[in-house]
């Protein structure tokens, strides 16, 4: 796995018809080691998805250095997947296809794909849903085929734009529960973005709070893995540690 770097990275977003500016990201630094978790946390318009696209390669920034092991950005490439709030599987292709579907693009051969697709399915208890098709999923179903499609790719960094906010509560605890045993067992870097500070908390080992476009603190989270919300809400830690990020957020 490869860390990320991002160094004095800066955003300004033009608009060339009316003319007005938004300096949407000032100096952002910060590092992902190799094969860590950090979660960035911050209102609504602070800049999360901003940066999430700059670093993904959708996006040009405006200045400053964004580093994958080490090597500038230049565009998307396969060394970082991609999960968002909402994205479509192909509807048109079965589970096991839509998760086969980025080791096809990159010349796998099909038995050793299906293999690579299967094995993640397994891990995330998707095995039984291999032969349907996205329209016979439920929502949280789905969310969980797009975070394995991304890590089917076996990305060094795995980028995650509040990927479990339009499904239910009950339903978001037990994907986060499985993200994080699916991570401990393959330790990709993640970058996970979220305007939820007890899903920041609960997921990572450090937290980011970014608030107009600026890092605000790190907070450290030492919590044992792996996780479970049962004892997360019974543990004083975790509770003192959402309160911190919590302030920090509030003090935008
Ligand atoms: N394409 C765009 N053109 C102009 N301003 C934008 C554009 N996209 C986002 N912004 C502005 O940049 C700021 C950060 O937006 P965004 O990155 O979407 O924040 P977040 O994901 O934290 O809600 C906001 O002020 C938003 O209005
Ligand atoms: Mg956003």
Redesign the pocket.
């Known amino acids: 796995m490869k860390g990320l770097t991002l160094r004095h990275l800066s955003k300004t977003?033009f608009?060339p018809y009316s003319g007005t500016r938004?300096d949407?990201i000032h100096d952002v630094s910060l590092q992902v080691e190799a094969g860590e978790f950090v979660s960035v946390v911050?209102p609504?318009?602070?800049?999360?998805?901003?940066?999430l696209n700059m670093i993904a390669g959708f996006l040009p920034h405006s200045g400053g250095d964004i580093l994958v092991g080490g090597k500038p950005v230049k565009g998307p490439g396969p060394d970082r997947g991609v999960v968002f709030q909402s994205f479509a599987l192909f509807p048109w292709k079965t589970v096991l296809d839509n998760v086969a579907f980025g080791p096809k693009m990159r010349g796998v051969a099909r038995a050793e794909r299906e293999k690579i697709a299967r094995e993640y399915l397994a891990i995330a208890g998707l095995s039984e849903a291999a032969g349907r098709y996205p329209s016979e999923l439920s929502g949280g179903m789905q969310q969980r085929v797009g975070v394995v499609r991304a890590l089917a790719n076996d990305p060094d960094v795995l980028l995650m734009d509040e990927p479990f906010a339009s499904v239910d509560a009950q339903t978001r605890m037990t994907l986060q529960e499985e993200l994080t045993r699916i991570w401990a067992e393959k330790r990709n870097t993640v970058l996970f973005i979220t305007h939820d500070v007890g899903e920041a908390v609960f997921l990572a080992d450090r937290v980011v709070v970014l608030t107009k476009?600026r890092v605000l603190d790190e907070i450290k989270v030492g919590l044992p893995r792996p996780r479970k919300w049962d004892d997360a809400n019974k543990d004083p830690e975790f509770q003192r540690l959402s309160a911190q990020v919590l302030e920090k957020v509030r003090a935008a």
């Open positions: 977003y608009d938004v949407a911050g609504s318009g602070c800049g999360k998805t901003t940066i476009g």
